[in-house]
């Protein structure tokens, strides 16, 4: 049985990974093609990735059965959205 939401849903998976793969495993991610955006971070993770589920069944196929089956990922973090929010830009920024 799946789980669905009524909308496709925004989740940020945090990455830590082994000291001097975060290129590669940036690259691997990347080739994985599922995430929407990637990004270097600065704290207790070293990378931020973007994805979009329609249910949880899926997010757990694509946490589990393949960015953590990627080589070099000491730990995944998930946070799962609920809503977004529009929200203006900085003055000066287009």
Known sequence: MR???????AVFVM???????????????????IVSE?????GD???LAKIYVES????AEMVNDRIQKVPH????????TFDAYDVPKPKGKS
Do not use: N, Q
């Open 73 to 80: 990922i000491r730990e995944t973090k998930t946070v799962i």
């Open 45 to 47: 993770y070293d990378l």
């Open 15 to 33: 990455l830590k990974v082994e000291p001097g793969s975060l290129h590669k495993v940036a690259e691997a991610i990347a080739d994985l093609e």
């Open 3 to 9: 789980c669905y939401s009524p909308y496709v849903r």
């Open 56 to 59: 949880f069944d899926d997010l």
């Open 38 to 42: 990637m990004y270097s971070v600065v």
